[in-house]
Each structure stands twice: as C-alpha cells, then as structure tokens.
C-alpha cells in the first residue's frame, strides 16, 4: 500500500481480492461478481477521512455505471498493474501526473477549461510575483512560509508556490491553504494537496 496522509493506494502488490483472483485464473469467480467485490473494496478505501474528495466527485456513482457497463474491472486491473509506490513514484511525481490528467480534460471540455485549468505558464509568472519581493528570506535555513488561494480551482497556483519554493530552498516548508465554491473544482484541489503531503484541513469548500 501507498501511504499519503490518511488515504492508502494500492500498488501492484497490494490488489484488490476481485483482481487478485482473476489473475490467479479462478475460473469459478464471474466478472459480474469481479465488478462487485473491486466496488466494495473501493468503497472501504473511501472510508478514510478524505471521503468527502470521493463524494464532491461523486465517485460511487460513477463506480456503479462503470460496473454496470461491465467496465469496473477492467479499468481497475489497468490500475493493479502499475507500479505507483513511493518508492518508485513519489509525491511530487504523482502530483505533476495529476496535474497533467486534469490539464488533458481541460482541453477536452474547451468551454469550462479556464475552470479548471490555468496554463501553467501564467500560474507560473503569477507566482513568481507574489514571491519576488521576499527571494532573500526565502533562501534561509528552516524558513516557513503560508499561502492562501481565496479561488483555488484545481489547486495550480498552490502546486507551483510549492515548486517555486522548493527551486529556492529545498528545506523551505509552505503550508497551502484554499477555499473553492465549485465542488468538484474543490474535490480535485484537495486531492492534488492530499498527493503533496499537505494539510487538507486548510482546503475549504465554500465562498
């Protein structure tokens, strides 16, 4: 399992029991009952204090019409076998990989993409002037700093206050803070702050 803050991800050693007896080559276990046991064992995964991030998406509901199409599992055995330990990817990496699949949606829905995804060349300018005024102190041993994002979206310009931070000083530490009205918008920034390591508490739904 991954750990990252309160939420484990599974890795290709740690599959789900629906997966695990498919690959083994049970034949007895149908793909219907396959469906049905990868939705419990997602659902246990949402009990975790994020659960909230599942229900903004509203997650299980999308789970259901997966399973009922007959596509649950084979969307969830893509999952089982790839490799995303912290070992071999870690928070940072699998933050970048978020951002990037939330940037791919974006230019698939053209007309609600400057919701959900700024171009990461504005993010970054923006950035870098909200900081210039402070380079020097930033540079300092065990400087902590706070940033808050009254319209957070997706979380970006929280993502890259954090890389620009740590180009500065890899041993600076910023606590994220945000508040966001639309709810999936929310969901999507506080599960980008989650891969990060960061507080989720500071992320607030809400005007």
């Not at 997966?66 to 089982?80: C, H, N, P, S």
């Not at 928070?91 to 171009?119: C, D, Y």
């Not at 740590?166 to 969901?187: D, I, V």
Request: hydrophobic residues 40%; glycine residues 8%; charged residues 25%.
């Amino acid at each position: 399992m991954r750990e990252t803050g309160a939420v484990s991800h599974a890795g290709p050693g740690d599959r789900n029991p629906a997966l695990r007896g498919h690959q083994k080559g049970n034949g007895a276990r149908s793909r219907r009952q396959a469906h049905q046991e990868a939705l419990e064992w997602i659902a246990r995964v949402g009990l975790h204090p994020p659960r909230d991030i599942f229900e903004r998406f509203d997650f299980f509901t999308q789970l259901e019409r997966l399973a009922k199409a007959g596509l649950l599992y084979l969307v969830t055995e893509k999952f089982a076998h790839i490799d995303l330990h912290p070992d071999t990817v870690d928070n940072a990496q699998m933050g970048l990989v978020f951002e990037e699949l939330i940037r791919k949606f974006a230019e698939i829905s053209n007309e609600t993409a400057g919701e959900h995804f700024t171009p990461r060349d504005i993010v970054r300018l923006t950035t870098s002037l909200v900081f210039a005024a402070d380079d020097e102190a930033l540079t300092t041993a065990g400087v902590v700093r706070t940033i808050y994002d009254p319209t957070a979206g997706t979380g970006g310009f929280l993502s890259c206050g954090m890389e620009y931070l740590h180009e500065l000083n890899p041993a600076a530490r910023l606590a994220t803070f945000g508040q966001e009205l639309n709810p999936e918008s929310f969901a999507i920034c506080k599960a980008d702050m989650l891969i990060k390591g960061q507080d989720i508490s500071n992320i607030k739904l809400g005007n």
